[in-house]
């Protein structure tokens, strides 16, 4: 099989290969000693520099020219940023070996710790990356359920209210019906009456 060699294996090598320089430093006190020298050299010379003027503080000649060498430095990162992206991409491949060396170099591998780690770190990070991604979908999945728990709450309270005003409204029309029913049943007596006592007038006028 062929192997891909990439932009973030190589920086990691660096990472690593930096840091065992900088550790055998320490080891040597002559070399830590002059370590320290230049640090402490850059450190009088940004000191040296002065404070940090704020924008806002500064004239508005100086603010402009400011801004220009800010959009300066802008494009000349975003330039080196798809430079970077753009060599990630390029895939080197390396010519796979007779199958009888196969084995000789898997040794070799495993014996490397620098080719181990660098394996290793590119594990976590999927491992990382995959972890991010299914916690974000459990929260999206989560605020689903509550949404629609939420939901359900209003469609039984709209179901409450709404039956309650149906039965409000045939109470109160069924009310007024026996109203109407008792009003007209009551002049229909007094009616009867005035026609009993007209009767009985005319009767008694007559005899």
Sequence with gaps: MNKKITKSSLSEKKKLAKRRKYAEIKEDPELYERQREKEKEWYRRKKAKGPVVGINEKSPR?????????????????????????????????????????????????????????????????????????????????????????????ISSLEVKLKEKVSNEDCTKFNEELNTFKTRKVDRQIKGERVKKFLHRMIVMHY
């Design 62 to 154: 100086d603010i402009r020219q400011q801004r220009k060498k800010w959009k300066k430095a802008s494009r000349r990162y975003r330039q080196k940023k798809k430079e970077e992206k753009l060599k990630e991409t390029t895939t080197v491949f390396i010519e796979c070996p007779e199958t009888n060396n196969v084995q000789k170099m898997e040794n070799n591998e495993e014996d490397d710790p620098l080719q181990s780690s660098v394996v290793n770190v590119k594990i976590r990070k999927i491992r990382y990356r995959q972890l991010i991604k299914r916690n974000i979908l459990l929260n999206e999945i989560k605020k689903l359920k509550n949404r629609n728990a939420v939901l359900r709450k209003k």
